[in-house]
């Protein structure tokens, strides 16, 4: 009975790695990026804005999905992209909806530095963006941030790349 449950064991694991090495490493699809297609925008800026406005306040409410954005090392300045603003237009039509929601901002550090230095920048980073919504006009009053440092790394400290991944700014609506 023993070498039956070890051998359905092993069968199970063994599973579980095929597919894994099959999806993430033959196929590369466990790093896959979402793309977002953005319009061109019109001559007038602020008749394009309230367009928009429009078209998303009648489609169906849809909770955006996260954004990360991902700083160089040991800086905190926030540049926006067309991605960014298209975030931003998304979040406020589902914010002005829903009262209750809230921008959750959380900012995160690489494994470099002290723990008090990387806690401190992970905030820097998460005042940025905030800073950056709320002059376009989102009030504070529903962005929350927090930082988290190098507490919750989603990938390898020991490699540049692993560090690079690891130094941003998590932006999720609650």
């Known amino acids: 009975m023993r070498s039956l ?41 602020t008749a394009d804005y309230n367009l928009k406005q429009n078209q998303l306040a009648t489609e169906k409410l849809v909770i955006p999905q996260e954004l990360i954005i991902y700083f160089a090392f040991d800086k905190s300045e926030f540049n926006s992209t067309d991605i960014t603003k298209q975030y931003f237009d998304e979040s406020v039509a589902y914010l002005n909806q829903k009262k209750e929601a809230r921008l959750h901002i959380v900012g995160h550090t690489d494994a470099i530095g002290t723990k008090a230095y990387n806690d401190a920048l992970g905030n820097r980073r998460a ?14 009053e529903v962005i929350k941030i927090e930082s988290e440092g190098e507490s919750n790394p989603v990938d390898n400290n020991q490699t540049k790349q692993g560090r690079a991944n690891n130094r941003r700014a998590v932006i999720t609506i609650k």
Request: hydrophobic share 45%; aromatic share 12%; glycine share 4%.
């Open 5 to 45: 449950i070890i051998g359905i064991l092993t069968f199970f694991a063994w599973s579980l790695f095929s597919i894994y090495i099959y999806v993430c490493v033959i196929n590369q699809l466990c790093t896959e990026t979402v793309a977002m297609q953005v319009n061109e925008a019109s001559s007038d800026p």
């Open 127 to 140: 005042q940025s963006i905030q800073r950056h919504f709320t002059s376009l006009g989102l009030s504070p």
